[in-house]
């Protein structure tokens, strides 16, 4: 019920709505709610089923007794990550000529992260409306900007887990295949060949009709961005940010007294987070929880406790920290939709008549 919710009302809004008052946007963000309340209960669930299978008592034990210290750091390698993508966004801004300052762009960047939990993290485009609101461009030309920040955040981390298979000498095959099978998706949203391929097949149906509107706009903005060199510059800034996200793994380790090699577990994070990214499951949950945990065992050597509280550990310091800090972005950015001076003037004038 949650989901057909989520599916329509988000749906039709990002479909059929270029510019938003603030009590649409608040309406859109409350339709997003349920779902993403849903899908953190079920997190919490799987956390529950992970400790139960690796012994529950010895999984809390394993946790209890991390050092904070270490396992902070976890925490400030995503954080940094974070701060370094944003340089990829301002990229992006630039190339686009959207002129707004990073006191502005920052936290609406930065919010997108609170909606990492919604299916294909279809909810970052609130970020697009954010821009919108703020630098009065309009939403479908900036969308793309979205839509390139996130397959080069996958771009990034699947580059790194071919990168370190290579580099570990394991499963290169693999891990190449399931990289193809991430990317793919996205060659529709990134060139307009398909999306022309439509137009002339179905350009009389009624759907498309009102897709096709802001299509044009869409792939004329997108198709500043796809350049060679942008894909480069972005993975300038992604590779490293994916490799830091990768080290929470490294630090929950080491926090409960266990010295791993810093390239098995990048390893191991990598490889899960790409497995999980192609399960497309809302925050990747279920599949990169159980990634991790088969992994850790079968790379590592990790007992069935170890590897169960490992894997909650690193995912709280990765995804949920993330998510975290987004809440408290979105949240900020709610005042960037107050009525402008000149906004309050003309509704006045609209009363008044």
Known sequence: MAQHALSKGFWYDITHKSRMTKEEYLGMINKITLFISIVFILSLVVFIVLAYLGN????????????LLIYSLAFVAVFFAIALKFGKWSYYLKILKVRVSAKKSFPAYTSMYSMDLTPGKIGRVVAAYTMNRISNMRFISILPIVTLDIFTDFLGSAILALLVAIYMNQFI??????????????????????????????????????FSIYGDEYFLAQNRLNKFSVYFVSLVFTLPAAFLISSAMY???LSIGIHPQLSQSVFVFSISDVIGMVSTLPGQIGATDGSMIALLGSIMHLSAATSSAVTIMTRIASLWFGLLVGGIALFYTIRFWNPKPGELKSKRTRKRR
């Open 251 to 253: 630090f929950s380790i």
């Open 56 to 67: 529950f008592d010895a999984v809390v034990s394993t946790m209890l007794s991390a050092n």
């Open 173 to 210: 095959i693999e891990v190449f295949i399931v990289d193809v099978v991430l990317l793919i998706p996205f060659l529709f949203l990134l060139h307009p060949w398909f999306y022309d391929m439509l137009k002339k097949l179905i350009k009389k149906s009624k759907y498309f009709r009102m």
